[in-house]
């Protein structure tokens, strides 16, 4: 191993790490909700959406729509999109009140992530 | 209000899965970096056909134990993505064969894993195609265990720097316990084997470091907080530590050892080192087993 091979080596690694995007979690977390976190709706959305950052794996996806009450409103099985980076679920007419969207997901590279929040829609003229 | 968790797996189920792909890794880059070993040896004059028996019998036994270990691993990953015991998990393996991406891969890698054991256990001596074609299978494997772990989350270019930093400790692994099992060849061998193995061994740090900085940035960025602070910081500098002493070793005996290898009691210590060496780069692969199963923060 010589010197001039390490300083190749290293300027080569320099380069790759500049030229290499910021990095990514390792896991699958989300990127985007729709509705959106802390969000509060006029009217009642068609679905609950969640966009991962890395691809997740549809066996094991949990996408629940709770109302106050802490019944699953979601109107069947959540579908996950094509790339695996999307987590859906429709929803029917949801009536005025706040929601909590759970999820769980097992990233393709085999391990957990989980989380909740909660969106809100509003009574009419209540935006 | 957003509650985001990595959701951990129970502790007796992540200790089952560590230990399951510590000794499969273990194995599988031992049989790689012996078979690269033979192969290189044989263009130094030392054929592979007179390396002792316990040569192959390593390499053997090693090829065997991947394979035999390999249903573990998918037991204990089907267990954890699906949260339940191991029996439980037993159940749930055909859909997770066909419908995840660590199934396919294990699809994959098992009949691969099946043709290095045939291949170790061939009852002709071991030549160089032979060593060359158990280097080879044992390289792919190397690149399918890649892109079953963190790295694919990364993308192609991770998978290639963790195949590269995969296939640069199996050729260090390889190469010092190769050293250790032709020592029984007589001194003249190993004299002409160990400065050999310590040019390969450099080299091998070399690309641990650079794979592992880039590695090591894909999961902690530029975050000094990150890698004194998480989980995967901590086993990590736990894993670099370790790396250290045994580079520290190396480095003693390729500076100090080598040089005066005509002498009885140098060799000895050599070879000691060597297998203090070897053992230390197996708890690392612990350590690199711990890490591939501990969230990276955000």
Redesign the interface.
């Given at each position: 191993?010589t010197a001039r091979?390490?300083s190749l080596?290293?300027a080569?690694?320099l380069a790759?790490?500049a030229g290499?995007p910021?990095?990514?979690?390792?896991?699958?977390?989300?990127e985007t909700e729709n509705p959106a976190?802390?969000q509060t709706l006029a009217s009642s959305p068609s679905e609950v959406s969640i966009r991962f950052d890395?691809?997740i794996?549809?066996?094991?996806a949990v996408l629940r729509v709770l109302d106050a009450a802490g019944r699953n409103v979601a109107a069947g099985q959540p579908a996950v999109g094509p790339g695996g980076y999307t987590l859906s679920v429709k929803v029917p007419p949801l009536k005025p009140g706040e929601y909590t969207v759970k999820w769980?997901v097992?990233?393709?590279?085999?391990?957990?992530?989980?989380?909740?929040?909660?969106f809100t829609v509003a009574t009419h003229g209540n935006s | 209000m957003t509650a985001i968790s990595h959701m951990g797996e129970p502790a007796g189920l992540m200790v089952f899965r560590i230990v399951c792909e510590w000794l499969t890794l273990a194995a599988l880059l031992l049989v790689f970096g012996l078979g690269a070993f033979a192969a290189t040896v044989a263009r130094t004059g030392i054929e592979p056909r007179v390396l002792p028996q316990r040569f192959s019998t390593a390499i053997r036994w090693a090829a065997l134990a991947q394979l035999a270990i390999l249903p573990l691993v998918l037991i204990a990953a089907v267990a954890c993505m699906a949260r339940v015991g191991p029996y439980a998990a037993i159940t749930l393996i055909p859909k997770v064969l066909h419908e995840t991406h660590f199934g396919h891969i294990w699809i994959a890698s098992a009949p691969l894993a099946a043709l290095l054991a045939l291949t170790a256990w061939s009852p002709s001596r071991l030549n160089r195609v032979r060593a060359g074609g158990l280097a080879l299978i044992g390289a792919v494997l190397l690149v399918l265990w890649a892109a079953s772990g963190h790295a694919v989350d990364y993308g192609r270019a991770a998978i290639a720097v963790y195949f590269i930093h995969e296939a640069a400790a199996g050729l260090w692994i390889g190469s010092l316990a190769g050293l250790w099992l032709v020592a029984g060849l007589g001194d003249r061998v190993v004299e002409s084997i160990a400065p050999r193995t310590s040019r390969v061994a450099g080299w091998c740090v070399a690309t641990l470091i650079l794979s592992g900085t880039y590695a090591g940035y894909d999961a902690l960025g530029l975050s000094l907080d990150r890698l004194l602070y998480s989980s995967y910081g901590r086993a990590l500098i736990w894993k670099m530590g370790l790396f250290a002493v045994v580079v520290a070793i190396g480095g003693y005996n390729r500076c100090r050892l080598i040089p005066g290898l005509n002498i009885a009691s140098g060799r000895q210590t050599l070879l000691r080192n060597v297998a203090l060496e070897s053992v230390l780069l197996v708890a690392v692969l612990g350590l690199a087993a711990l890490l591939g199963n501990t969230p990276p923060p955000r």
């Open positions: 191993m091979g390490l080596a290293g080569i690694l790759a790490i290499a910021a990095p990514a979690s390792s896991h699958s977390f989300p976190a802390g890395a691809p794996e549809k066996l094991f769980g097992v990233c393709i590279d085999t391990h957990h992530t989980q989380g909740s929040y909660t | -």
